[in-house]
């Protein structure tokens, strides 16, 4: 896919603060991309910098390769849904979704380009004009008589007005070419009507358009606000925590559905959290963040499963975290003893740190695995047990469906590729 927007090297202070460290980050077409981090990690901030209600302090935000810093958030190809909707309760749901193309002016796409040709033309009439001047400049240079310089300023005022006619007709016909496009107020509304029906339909609100704000459910008024952003078309939805108002239920319903909706839009979505469930279920792009800088960038599985660093590592899910030595390709020790695993390219003898997630860990019959210890600590979660065990260097964190009694004397067992290597940063 081909990249829609660029971050290069963006830094942003407030009042001697910095609160982005050099962002670089490339987000392609169609993507479903969120910034994840905890509160204060920059995350929000990068999202107003894409959309133009923020400026960075340096760097660039290229959209289709032009810079877009100056260009204001009105006439940036992106829409928000912001954390509190923003609705407007005096109006009923059809209202809300069709204000968006209310607030522009009817045929203001025609308009603009009519303006564009009037300007362009001018610019042209300007060109030629300069290089009348300059053409009779030059005549008088040659040293003619004066009745046959008068003849050649003729002949050249003559080629200026009929290229200035040629220019003027082609440019009167552009214009009425665009006048026929214009709508009606009848065939505007038509317009409206048929947008709000398509994309009510798209986030499941059909049938509720006369329906008030205020009896709306809270992932109802939501969909409402996205319907409305998307009614006008960006290229790119700003979404800032907009889950985060919710019931637990029913954020959850809402994840599936956001990626529905971003799959039938056919745009890019980009999307601000702190909650790392959200950013596994929806996302084709993580950007993990903290301090103000990027700390990894990866697909949900990648973010998971080879964590960058100890941030990333204890954010994302439960884990184990263990310093060790590489004492080789594919052989780690922590704990004192040297363990197979699957990472290689580090130095001999560097420090690392170890990460195993707690589903990874199996515990088995004590004697039969690789490190003994005793059962610590028995908590019920639902859908598993989970288990702290107690060994001679730390406690080691389980997940597990089986359950095994408290004080228990059990062994941990692990397979090379459960064990993930990272650097120390």
């Known amino acids: 896919m081909a990249t829609l927007i660029e971050l290069k090297d963006v830094t942003k202070e407030f009042n001697g603060q910095v609160v982005l460290r050099g962002i670089d980050l490339e987000i392609e077409q169609n993507e479903f991309v969120t910034f994840l981090g905890p509160s204060g990690c920059g995350k929000t901030t990068t999202l107003r910098i894409i959309g133009g209600f923020e400026s960075p302090s340096n760097g660039s935000v290229l959209f ?55 300007k ?45 006619e040629v220019l003027n007709q082609t440019k009167t016909q552009k214009i009425e070419h665009l006048k026929k496009t214009f709508l009606t107020k009848k065939d505007f509304e038509q317009l409206i009507q048929n947008k709000v029906n398509k994309y009510l339909k798209m986030v499941g609100l059909e049938g509720y358009e006369n329906r008030l704000i205020h009896k709306l459910s809270g992932g109802q008024q939501q969909r409402v606000a996205i319907a409305r952003a998307l009614i006008n078309e960006p290229k790119v939805l700003l979404l800032d925590e907009p889950l985060a108002a919710l019931d637990l239920k029913l954020r959850q319903e809402m994840q599936y559905e956001l990626k529905e909706i971003q799959r039938n839009a056919g745009i890019t979505f980009i999307f601000v959290t702190h909650d790392q469930e959200e950013a596994l279920t929806m996302s084709d792009k993580v950007v993990v963040m903290n301090h103000g800088e990027i700390q990894q960038i990866g697909t949900p599985e990648d973010i998971y499963n080879e964590p960058a660093n100890k941030f990333v590592a204890s954010f994302i899910g439960e884990s184990n975290i263990i310093s060790g030595i590489m004492k080789d ?34 515990i088995v019959t004590f004697g039969q695995g690789k490190i003994n210890g005793i059962v610590d600590s028995i908590v019920f979660k639902g859908v598993h047990w989970e288990i702290d065990v107690k060994t001679e260097n730390r406690i080691y964190t389980i997940h597990t469906t089986d359950h095994v009694e408290l004080g228990t004397k059990v062994d941990l067992d692990f397979n090379p590729e459960d064990i993930h290597v990272m650097e120390v940063w």
Request: a negative charge; aromatic letters at 8%.
């Open 64 to 118: 289709d390769g032009k810079d877009i810093v100056d260009l204001p958030a009105h006439k940036r190809p992106t829409n928000t849904v912001f954390q509190r909707y923003a609705l407007f309760p005096h109006l009923d749901v059809y209202e809300n979704v069709a204000f968006g193309l209310r607030v522009k002016e009817r045929n203001n796409e025609q308009k603009i380009e009519i303006a564009q040709l009037q």
């Open 120 to 164: 362009e033309y001018q610019q042209e009439v300007k060109t030629l004009k300069n290089n009348f001047s300059k053409a009779k400049l030059e005549l008088k240079s040659l040293g003619l008589e004066k009745a046959n310089l008068n003849t050649k300023e003729l002949e050249l005022k003559n080629e200026l007005n009929k290229k200035i």
């Open 329 to 362: 390709d594919y052989l780690v020790n922590f704990d004192n003893k040297d363990y197979v695993c699957v990472d290689k390219g580090f130095a001999r003898n560097e420090e690392v740190d170890v990460v195993i997630r707690p589903e990874d860990i199996d």
